[in-house]
């Protein structure tokens, strides 16, 4: 995959570290919009990942504000090109039972889930089509496929971000551009971590694979839809949830 740049939002995050990782073996040249303001956090995450021979760029951005998006879009075309590969995976949880939701909560998460899906893919999508190839890689949730107790605004955003995917999908399907969405279920991150244990006990309870999943498992879904050879899968949602929906 030399010359092909891809581009993660989310990228120093638990799963999108992995994507990067993956990425990066796979021969692409890795760029990752980082939302963290403290620099030196993304400059170590940086260098550990150096030091295993993996190479990722970085550009800050808010994915949740288009002008923001927009900056990131011009800096990342000025330094590194046009970019082939999008993974939109930044994200963020606000959990409250709708009854009980404060505004801001819902907000927050659509701004950061769902908005942010528009603000990224919009600077990226027009060139795409001009140059005759392009990857656009949603992560969503298995709770947008579900919906999920306590997260009304997430299992939203999520379930409206593969809307989006599927009318990506039939936009770009004659320009070469294939969107696809992954619905991850309960992975091992910083996320899941916030979960209280004895819920997150109770839903691995009902994993038929017994376990929790682990970020690699998500990257590898992500670059084997990120190759060429997988244009004809299109505004797919590819759950990779350890078989959780046939314990519903
Ligand atoms: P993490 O919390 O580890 O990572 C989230 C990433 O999103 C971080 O890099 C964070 O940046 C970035 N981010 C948050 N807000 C913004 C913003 N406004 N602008 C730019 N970047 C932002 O989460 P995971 O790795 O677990 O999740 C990655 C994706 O996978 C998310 O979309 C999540 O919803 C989805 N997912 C996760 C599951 C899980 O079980 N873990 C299950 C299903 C879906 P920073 O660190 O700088 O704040």
């Not at 990228?11 to 992995?18: A, K, P």
């Not at 001009?130 to 919906?147: L, W």
């Not at 992954?182 to 971590?193: C, H, R």
């Amino acid at each position: 995959m030399a010359n092909r740049v891809a581009l993660v939002t989310g990228g120093n995050g638990g799963i999108g570290t992995e994507i990067c990782r993956q990425l990066a073996a796979a021969g692409y040249r890795v760029v990752t919009t980082c939302f963290d303001a403290e620099k030196e956090n993304v400059a170590e995450w940086q260098k550990e990942l150096a030091a295993e021979g993996v190479q990722v760029d970085w550009v800050e951005c808010d994915v949740a504000d288009f002008d923001s998006c927009a900056e990131m879009a011009a800096e990342v075309a000025d330094k590194f090109g046009p970019v082939d590969v999008l993974v939109n995976a930044a994200g963020i949880t606000r959990d409250a039972f709708a009854h009980k939701m404060p505004q801001e909560n819902w907000d927050a998460v659509i701004r950061t889930n769902l908005d942010s899906v528009f603000n990224v893919t919009r600077q990226f999508v027009e060139t795409m089509r001009e140059r005759g190839f392009g990857r656009i890689i949603n992560i969503a949730s298995v709770n947008g496929q579900t919906g999920q107790f306590g997260q009304a605004n997430y299992s939203a955003a999520k379930a409206g971000m593969h809307g989006f995917t599927m009318a990506l999908a039939k936009e770009g399907a004659r320009k070469g551009i294939t969107a696809n969405t992954v619905s991850p279920g309960y992975i091992e991150t910083a996320m899941t971590a916030a979960i209280p244990e004895e819920v997150r006990n109770s839903i691995v309870a009902q994993v038929p694979a017994g376990r929790m999943g682990r970020p690699p498992e998500i990257a590898r879904t992500v670059v084997f839809l990120a190759a060429d050879e997988a244009e004809y899968i299109n505004g797919a949602n590819i759950p990779v949830n350890g078989g959780l929906f046939t314990s519903f």
